[in-house]
């Protein structure tokens, strides 16, 4: 059974916008911590933005910080990423992640702490 499906993908033009959404089924579907990561050809997969179980920290890497927004809707057990000023650099295939309860911040950037993950959807942005 799907535990996260990723969807919202596809091909923008540099300055767009995308949104995507991951939705949470199963055992992924009580995890409390929730991310995105995305990876791009030949590197390693990166963090992207999470968001706490209460949906009141949220976290950024430099790179999206005030380009991308993330949120959640937990009544529909769904988590999504609003991308918008896209740039060239942001093509990559990008994963929905669920964990357990963090209790530090420094924790939602680690991809290694995350138990579920989404089979990704892929964002190209062409300029």
């Known amino acids: 059974q799907e535990q996260l499906v990723e969807s919202g993908g596809g091909l923008v033009q540099a300055g767009g916008s995308l949104r995507l959404s991951c939705a949470a089924s199963g055992r992924a579907s009580s995890a409390k911590a929730m991310g995105w990561f995305r990876q791009a050809p030949g590197k390693e997969r990166e963090f992207v933005a999470a968001i706490g179980w209460s949906a009141g920290s949220t976290y950024y890497s430099d790179s999206v910080k005030g380009r991308f927004t993330i949120s959640r809707d937990n009544a529909k057990n769904t988590v999504y990423l609003q991308m918008n000023s896209l740039k060239a650099e942001d093509t990559a295939v990008y994963y929905c992640?669920?964990?357990?309860?963090?209790?530090?911040?420094?924790?939602?950037?680690?991809?290694?702490?995350?138990?579920?993950w989404g089979q990704g959807t892929q964002v190209t942005v062409s300029s």
């Open positions: 992640a669920a964990g357990g309860l963090f209790t530090y911040s420094v924790t939602y950037y680690d991809r290694a702490k995350y138990d579920y």
